[in-house]
């Protein structure tokens, strides 16, 4: 009888494990849902985005430039901009300005504004950082589950397949009339469960595949498997782990703590910006502009001209002519007007803040208060990663503990299955004594399974927070 359950065992193995999909390892897992998860990729923007304000505000350092240019069309009696005439015809003019402003002094905002926005880019890295840890703990957690019910299914397997064997047997020793027939009874009951047992067990993991396919943001008609052999002597012992090195560890391997205490360092650097609002702002600007119109003239030359004038002399009427230089102008050339028509200045500004209806007054209350609040959610993190880590520490201790009870047990039901099975082929037990056994047996294998698979996670949480690499 042994000899043909293991035969069994073997083919429906085989047969099971031929079929399979590709065998996808958490290593996979993993950098799978690093380069799909949505959650990781909305935190790399918003870590890009904490970078365009830090190359936004140091460049605020530097005088802008800004180019400016108009047309205009003129009819009747209007100013030629190019000689401050008044003309009758109409024309066309352009203008054309270059300007610039540099601040020179506001009471140290501009200054704090780039400490702060590398402040908060160093932050988004972090919390970047913490979200790619913490998928790799779910991926993880997810793997494990759907390993843990994958060996449901050959365990469920296995009880189907004993089940059967049991009702072959007690079937031949009904033709042979040793054992009343009513003994199947209870053995097909049996089998029925153990069927429904295994599609359980299968149903339970698909959908554990699925719950991995959704942390990883895969398709979830993506056909995967898992298989990995883990041997618990390669787990961290939690009783060597000394608690005190946990907490330090813990804290400095939890980069969101890390973000927090950056947070706090930026909310004190928004008071700083807040109260430059008090300062005076003080900065320097230019201007280069000329205009330009089709009317436009240029001085030729001079020439001379008599003109006369009428006067009385002796009261008599006489007229004299009287020589001047009368300016010549030609029309200029539109583009030689640019140099001719060129002018240019310099300006400084300083703007004095005196009253600002307590908008200032309330900046800086409101950052003061970010501030608080700032330090409040650091305590609080501080607080979590604490009880965090003490609660791993205390699961792993625990979860070893009962592995290492029910891989007793379990060894103690194999020894008091074998003989019953001996004693069950010799028919000095019933039928009912045997499947009770049996039943003993399916459950110690089921608790030492699930203690298993709970010890092998709590180690990896506690690998987690000592900042080593999860891995199976």
Known sequence: MGKLFSTLFCVMFISFAGSAQEIWSLE??????????????????????????????????????????????????????????????????????????????NGGRLKNSVLQSNLDAKSAGLNEEQIKRDIVLEVSTNYLNALLNKENIALARNRK?????????????????????????????QLATDDQSLVQAQNNFEIALLR?????????????????????????????????????????????????????????????????????????????????????????GFRTEVFNQNIVFNNLPATI????????FVPANYFNQFNSNLGYGFGLSVSVPIYSNYNVTAGVERAKLRTEQSKIELSQE?????????????????SKATFLATEKTLEAQKKAFEVARKRYEAG?????????????????????????????????????????????
């Open 28 to 105: 996979k897992c993993v950098n799978t849902a690093l380069i799909t998860n949505l959650r990781l990729k909305s935190a790399g923007i918003n870590s890009a985005n904490t970078k365009v304000n830090v190359r936004q505000n140091e460049n605020q350092k530097y005088p802008n430039l800004s180019l400016g240019a108009g047309g205009n069309l003129n009819f009747g009696r209007s100013i030629d901009p190019t000689s401050n005439q008044f003309v009758q015809t109409a024309f066309l003019a352009n203008n054309l300005s270059l300007n610039t402003r540099v601040l020179l002094y």
């Open 161 to 189: 397949i004993q089940t059967q064997l049991q009702l072959d047997f007690i079937n031949k020793l009904i033709e042979f009339g040793t054992r009343p027939e009513n003994e199947v009874f209870d053995l097909e009951a």
């Open 212 to 300: 991995l396919k959704q942390a990883m943001n895969v398709d979830i008609n993506t056909p995967i498997d898992i298989n990995v052999n883990i041997s618990i002597d390669d787990l961290t012992d939690p009783l060597s782990v000394d608690i005190n090195d946990l907490y330090n560890r813990g804290q400095a391997n939890q980069v969101s703590l890390k973000a927090r205490e950056i947070s706090v360092e930026s909310a004190q650097m928004a008071e700083k910006i807040a109260k430059a609002g008090y300062y005076p702002t003080i900065s320097l600007g230019g201007s280069l502009s000329t205009n330009i119109s089709n009317k436009g003239q240029k001085l030729e």
């Open 321 to 328: 002519g009287l020589e001047q230089s009368v300016p010549v």
């Open 382 to 398: 501080k607080q979590l990663v604490l009880a965090n880590v003490t609660q791993a520490y205390t699961d792993a201790k625990g």
């Open 428 to 472: 000095t037990i019933n039928n009912f004594d045997f499947t009770q056994q049996k039943n003993r047996i399916d459950i110690a294998e089921l608790n030492f399974l699930n203690a298993k698979y709970d010890y092998i996670f709590r180690t990896k949480v506690l690998d987690f927070y000592l900042g080593k690499t999860i891995k199976l």
